[in-house]
């Protein structure tokens, strides 16, 4: 049974930092999966917010938080981070990761087929 389990969201002030992780289990050979975060802000679409390659670890983020998130793999423990700094209000949302087998980078919601069941993120003005 596949799990992703998210964790690291809480109620912040605009400025700080935060940090998400995922934590895959189920998944044979974690290295061979794209990864990627998303997020839904109450009352809207889940958006793109960065993604992640397998093998080359080359990255992809949303115009958005370019800049500010990082977003970075460790295979060994079978885990996908989000570092956030400079959170914005608007940054509030439920955070998910994603995972789906293959190369490449994803940046739809449709192109994953494993999903968390999110964390809440609060960025208070």
């Known amino acids: 049974q596949v799990q992703l389990v998210e964790s690291g969201g809480g109620l912040v002030q605009a400025g700080d930092s935060l940090t998400l992780s995922c934590a895959a289990s189920?998944?044979?050979?974690?290295?061979?999966?794209?990864l990627g975060w998303f997020r839904q802000a109450r009352g809207k679409e889940r958006e793109f917010v960065a993604a992640?390659?397998?093998?080359?670890?080359?990255?992809d983020y949303a115009d958005s938080v370019k800049g500010r998130f990082t977003i970075a793999r460790d295979d060994a423990i079978s885990t996908v981070f989000l570092q956030m700094k400079s959170l914005k209000p608007e940054d509030t949302a439920v955070y998910y990761c994603?995972?789906?087998?293959?190369?490449?980078?994803?940046?739809?919601?449709?192109?994953?087929?494993?999903w968390g069941q999110g964390t809440q993120v609060t960025v208070s003005s």
């Open positions: 992640i390659n397998r093998s080359d670890g080359s990255t």
């Open positions: 994603a995972a789906v087998r293959g190369r490449g980078i994803r940046t739809t919601t449709r192109e994953y087929i494993y």
């Open positions: 189920g998944l044979t050979s974690f290295s061979t999966y794209a």
